[in-house]
């Protein structure tokens, strides 16, 4: 595989494991949401191996940068989905009850 078919690989597995955390998302699926976070780690040191493979060519590519860019913008949606599901989270909590540790790791994840 060359690096640019490497690359758009690398963007199309990214794309799916968001596709798969927006779905965990609207679900308020803690535990799958943690399951997903691992799987994008992986997934985006493929991603950015890919990309830094195929060097300065990346930016010569339209379409590829295209694909990136849809990425990004899918991952930002993402993040603040997850921020609009943790307000409502944390305003339905009993005021003075402490946190749900597992909480807490999710949504420290999704503030980087």
Do not use: C
């Not at 990309?51 to 990346?58: H, I, T, V």
């Not at 990136?68 to 989905?81: D, L, M, R, Y």
């Amino acid at each position: 595989m060359n690096p640019e078919e490497k690359l758009r690989h690398a963007i199309e597995l990214h794309s799916q494991v968001l596709h798969s955390e927006t779905q965990a998302i609207s679900a308020r699926d803690l535990s799958t949401i943690e399951d997903i976070l691992t799987k994008k780690d992986e997934s985006l040191e493929i991603l950015l191996s890919a990309k830094e493979d195929l060097g300065e060519a990346y930016e010569t590519s339209t379409d590829l940068m295209q694909l990136f860019e849809q990425v990004v913008e899918h991952q930002q949606k993402n993040t603040e989905n997850f921020r609009k599901l943790h307000i409502q989270e944390s305003e339905s909590s009993e005021s003075g009850k402490s946190s749900d540790t597992f909480s807490d790791r999710v949504s420290r994840a999704y503030r980087k």
